[in-house]
């Protein structure tokens, strides 16, 4: 338990949705996924890193449609901050669909790197939004559960 070998897989935390919900968002606000689309893990060492990825159904039904989808970091007492800044063009996404025609709905992956820091517990959570307002982006965990994953690697 108090072996750290760098380089390897310390342990590996799995969530699936399970409530059979869609998220559905029409604004230009990040949007959270819920606590069905939420991955926690307690590091057992400071120093790992953390590999944080998510499969998911991702939906648009506008065209030229922008969605955009990211994983938000609880900071404090239930409070979320997106894990990336944005750019010039406010392009914080990790994974985006920007849908040119007919609807689309699609398999998305996203993966996120971080440091742990401490050994307190860290949450991830998908989010969700549009890049224009009047568009329409959808998590879809009712079509096929959200799988998230969380490891930590030693350093």
């Given at each position: 338990?108090?072996?750290?070998?760098?380089?390897?897989?310390?342990?590996?935390?799995?969530?699936?949705?399970?409530d059979?919900?869609?998220?559905?968002?029409?604004?230009?606000?990040?949007?959270?996924?819920?606590?069905?689309?939420?991955?926690?893990?307690?590091?057992?060492?400071?120093?790992?890193?953390?590999?944080?990825?998510?499969?998911?159904?991702?939906?648009?039904?506008?065209?030229?449609?922008?969605?955009?989808?990211?994983?938000?970091?609880?900071?404090?007492?239930?409070?979320?901050?997106?894990?990336?800044?944005?750019?010039?063009?406010?392009?914080?996404?990790?994974?985006?669909?920007?849908?040119?025609?007919?609807?689309?709905?699609?398999?998305?992956t996203?993966?996120?790197?971080?440091?742990?820091t401490?050994t307190?517990?860290?949450?991830?959570?998908?989010?969700?939004?549009?890049?224009?307002?009047?568009?329409?982006?959808?998590?879809?965990?009712?079509?096929?559960?959200?799988?998230?994953?969380?490891?930590?690697?030693?350093?």
């Open positions: 338990n108090g072996i750290k070998i760098p380089g390897h897989v310390v342990q590996v935390v799995h969530a699936t949705s399970g059979g919900s869609e998220i559905s968002v029409t604004g230009t606000t990040w949007t959270s996924g819920g606590s069905e689309s939420t991955i926690t893990i307690t590091p057992k060492f400071s120093t790992s890193k953390l590999l944080i990825t998510a499969s998911f159904n991702a939906d648009t039904s506008e065209d030229n449609n922008r969605a955009m989808y990211t994983f938000f970091k609880s900071v404090n007492s239930g409070t979320y901050a997106n894990v990336i800044s944005a750019n010039a063009n406010s392009y914080d996404a990790l994974a985006r669909i920007h849908e040119t025609g007919e609807r689309v709905l699609q398999n998305q996203m993966i996120f790197y971080d440091d742990a401490d307190t517990s860290h949450a991830y959570r998908i989010y969700v939004k549009n890049q224009l307002s009047g568009e329409i982006a959808r998590l879809r965990n009712d079509i096929t559960p959200c799988q998230l994953v969380a490891m930590e690697i030693a350093q």
